[in-house]
């Protein structure tokens, strides 16, 4: 009894390792009340931070529009282009991912993740001189000059504004639609080479009538198909000066070498046609307006002043022929983008 009164009243720490050393730790002891006190009072301290931040950010925002109105419009335009251009990254990031753990291919993705794809590339590719002419010491000052003096030729989609994505897309299509009567010309004089009799005659009648102002029907271009896929017409075949404009016509640069202008020209043209062939899987119907315009525009039709009926009329028309096509008929379909397109307006009026 003695012992145990002399064990009861003894120390912990003397009566070594057991469950009473391990229920009762050494050292000042704190109650998780004082960790979510003092977790809830960092987070009040920044909510506060953050909600001062967007008030000042408000007050900074309507002093600009009422005294800069026209410097807010380029503020506003910027500041949601890098929020919408951050969400783009992040879905890119998502599609790439998903790419990796189904070891699935670019051609394998749905329509709209792979036009994502498509366009996202192409706006990196149009930022890369703006992004190299801003490495050195203290040139973000040019660039800023720059961006405002050329925001077509140097900033992507996600920095226009409203009314500039429609004078852009006008600009942009102008410039195609000179090259469009080249384009038909160049076909004409190549038809003349033909070894087919039939066949030539045909295809000389069919730039005949585009170039008389009508449009020619999907039958009459998949009726002649045999003769792109071979000289003089193939893609590899063709005049210089005819892949320039082939090229210019899907905005593509003209100024490298003949077989990096030939090669760059396949791909996207090949590329579209995959597209038509994911876009027919998903349906014309589940386009909303935005993509239905821009799928044209992508395909040689300005779409900028037609009603929804006409545009899908003719994404109906272009579909029914590219996806009728193999990878060996790439030139028909890069000529017929200027072909179906050049008249179309002029024969709806």
């Not at 990031?93 to 670019?106: D, E, G, P």
């Not at 993740?113 to 590339?121: D, S």
């Not at 020619?216 to 017409?233: D, H, I, K, W």
Request: charged share 20%; with cysteine.
């Amino acid at each position: 009894m003695a012992l145990c009164r002399a064990g009861a009243c003894a120390p912990l720490w003397r009566l070594g390792p057991g469950p009473a050393a391990l229920r009762y730790p050494r050292g000042p002891l704190r109650s998780p009340g004082c960790r979510l006190s003092a977790k809830a009072g960092s987070r009040s301290i920044l909510a506060a931070l953050a909600s001062g931040a967007k008030r000042i950010n408000r007050k900074y925002e309507r002093f600009l529009e009422r005294t800069f109105p026209r410097f807010y419009v380029l503020y506003a335009t910027f500041t949601r282009g890098i929020q919408a251009l951050f969400v783009e990254v992040k879905e890119i990031q998502k599609i790439r991912s998903q790419m990796s753990r189904q070891r699935l291919s670019t051609h394998q993705l749905p329509y709209r993740e792979m036009e994502r794809l498509r366009q996202f590339r192409r706006d990196v590719i149009k930022a890369i001189p703006i992004g190299i002419i801003a490495i050195p010491p203290f040139a973000n000052f040019l660039v800023i000059v720059l961006m405002y003096f050329y925001p077509r030729q140097l900033l992507i989609r996600y920095f226009w504004t409203q009314s500039q994505q429609v004078e852009f897309l006008e600009a942009y299509d102008a410039i195609r639609r000179e090259l469009y009567p080249h384009v038909v010309e160049s076909l004409a004089l190549a038809a003349r080479s033909l070894p087919e009799p039939q066949l030539r005659s045909r295809l000389q009648e069919l730039c005949a009538e585009v170039q008389r102002g009508s449009q020619p029907r999907v039958a009459e271009l998949y009726a002649v198909r045999s003769l792109f896929s071979g000289s003089p017409l193939a893609l590899n075949k063709l005049q210089v000066s005819h892949v320039k404009a082939l090229s210019q016509v899907l905005f593509l640069t003209t100024h490298l070498p003949v077989f990096f202008l030939r090669r760059r020209l396949r791909s996207h043209v090949l590329e579209i046609r995959h597209l038509d062939r994911a876009l027919l899987r998903l349906g014309l119907g589940q386009l909303s307006e935005e993509e239905l315009r821009a799928a044209c525009y992508l395909r040689g039709l300005n779409s900028t002043h037609l009603e929804m009926s006409e545009c899908r009329a003719w994404l109906e028309q272009w579909l029914g022929l590219s996806c009728k096509l193999q990878a060996s008929d790439a030139s028909l379909l890069a000529n017929s983008m200027v072909l179906l397109s050049l008249n179309y307006v002029r024969a709806k009026v």
